[in-house]
């Protein structure tokens, strides 16, 4: 029940609804809703929305934006997503306060973010490798197999920072739920600067285009500009399928301008995979100090 929060604050207008700081009243615990209107959804998409929110209940990772419950007020048409609060603000916050300080991000800084990123979608793009149609040696409580989850919006403004320096994944899935998968058609998210070449050519989408979205934003985290720019979105499409950008600013190492090069990999094959990233020596190096 919606009367079981408070509204402390307005956080954000995003693509999809209202963010609002709220504080729950049976514990005092600071947390966060996002306000969907679904009254101009079909039958089908709410259900799908109901579907896909069941499936972020289950997603726990500390890399994650952890989801807490969900809330239908049907009296308004509105459902109430509760997640975790993420003190931090997000990435796209940290590289305009960067760039108007005249700063820079340091290259270990860097590496830590791509790091926690990767272990977050390592949860949900591995989710499936088991469970190949024929083979249910890895079933869920349900009896089903674990369905893999791709972001689909992996943009800096989804990236969060939580209260001890810790980076979360936000908006998982909820991209396709409110229909911006052909999010090149859709005008109101601002100019889709992070998206992968496959999906301006309508291909299918797959856990390499959020690879492709991940190589976006560590290259705007060196560089403080996204690696495809353009007025427009014809000619971003353009400059995005031509595939050309420049070097990350010559004070980040060869390493990470390889890294960053490999996931914008026209081809979505051959960019790194979630295990690949996993194996670097920056990235595994970091994953063995955090234990
Ligand atoms: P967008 O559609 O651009 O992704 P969102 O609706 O996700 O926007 O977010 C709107 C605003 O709320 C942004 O400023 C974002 O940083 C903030 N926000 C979203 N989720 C959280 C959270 N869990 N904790 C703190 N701030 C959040
Ligand atoms: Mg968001």
Redo the contacts with the bound molecule.
């Keep these: 029940m919606v009367e079981q929060y408070e509204i402390i604050s307005d956080?954000?207008?995003?693509?999809?609804?209202k963010?609002q700081k709220i504080r729950r009243k049976t514990d005092d615990k600071i947390l966060?809703w996002?306000e969907l209107n679904y009254g101009k959804m079909s039958e089908k998409e709410k259900q799908q929305l109901v579907s896909e929110v069941n499936i972020l209940r289950d997603l726990k990772h500390p890399n994650i934006?952890q989801y807490y419950d969900r809330i239908i007020d049907k009296s308004n048409q509105r459902i109430y997503i509760i997640?975790?609060?993420?003190?931090g603000?997000?990435l796209a916050?940290i590289i305009r306060k960067t760039r108007k300080q005249s700063d820079h991000i340091a290259e270990d800084v860097i590496w830590k973010i791509l790091m926690q990123i990767t272990l977050g979608l390592y949860q949900c793009h591995r989710r499936q490798l088991n469970n190949q149609p024929g083979n249910d040696s890895n079933p869920n409580a349900s009896g089903e197999a674990p369905q893999k989850i791709l972001h689909r919006?992996l943009k800096p403004?989804?990236i969060?920072l939580d209260g001890n320096g810790n980076v979360k994944i936000?908006?998982f899935g909820l991209a396709r739920v409110m229909n911006h998968d052909s999010q090149f058609a859709y005008t109101h998210?601002g100019t889709p600067y992070y998206m992968s070449p496959e999906q301006i050519n309508e291909s299918k989408y797959n856990e390499q285009s959020d690879i492709w979205s991940l190589g976006c934003i560590i290259y705007e985290l060196a560089a403080q500009h996204p690696p495809f720019q353009a007025q427009n979105h014809l000619s971003l499409a353009v400059k995005i399928k031509t595939g050309k950008f420049e070097r990350i600013p010559a004070r980040y190492s060869e390493e990470l301008n390889r890294v960053v090069s490999w996931m914008l990999c026209q081809n979505s094959i051959e960019r790194p995979t979630v295990d690949d990233l996993m194996n670097l020596p920056q990235v595994s190096l970091r994953i063995r100090e955090k234990k």
């Design positions: 956080i954000g207008n995003g693509s999809f609804g963010v966060v996002k934006v997640m975790e609060y993420c003190e603000g997000d916050l919006d403004g989804n969060f936000g908006d998210v």
